[in-house]
């Protein structure tokens, strides 16, 4: 899940101070407080929205960053968006000296599942090998 860049604050690399390093843990009823039930079922249940259906869709914004909405860390930048008919896409995720990798991996059944290196909120997964961008990666 994303937040409109916009609605984040700032973009590009460096904007991650050691405020991002320190991990999001919650318990259940506070993440139900913090996030709206559609949120709460991907990013805490594993869940996933029906292709074609985001509103990032369709939004390519030409600076900025999107961002967790469970813990605002910023994870794509607007330029590593790309098309994809199905779900909102990108090619690589934000990497900082602070935070490192801000999205973290978890491999299984389903492939490889990606999720927000700071609260561990579930993103989607990263597919790899299909030629669609220059990295090779669609996450």
Request: charged letters at 25%.
């Amino acid at each position: 899940m994303a937040k409109d860049p916009a609605e984040s604050g700032g973009g590009g690399s460096g904007v991650c101070g050691e405020e991002w390093v320190e991990k999001v843990k919650l318990s259940t009823a506070e993440w139900r407080k913090r996030l709206t039930p559609s949120e709460y079922q991907i990013l805490r249940c594993h869940g996933t929205e029906a292709p074609g259906t985001h509103s990032h869709i369709r939004f390519f914004p030409s600076d900025g960053y999107f961002a967790c909405a469970g813990c605002l860390l910023p994870l794509y930048s607007a330029g590593a968006k790309f098309r994809d008919p199905g779900w909102p896409a990108w090619d690589k995720c934000f990497f900082s000296e602070a935070a490192g990798c801000h999205v973290a991996t978890k491999s299984g059944m389903g492939g490889t599942e990606i999720l927000c290196g700071r609260c561990e909120g579930h993103l989607g997964h990263v597919f790899f090998g299909e030629r669609h961008t220059k990295t090779n990666e669609r996450h």
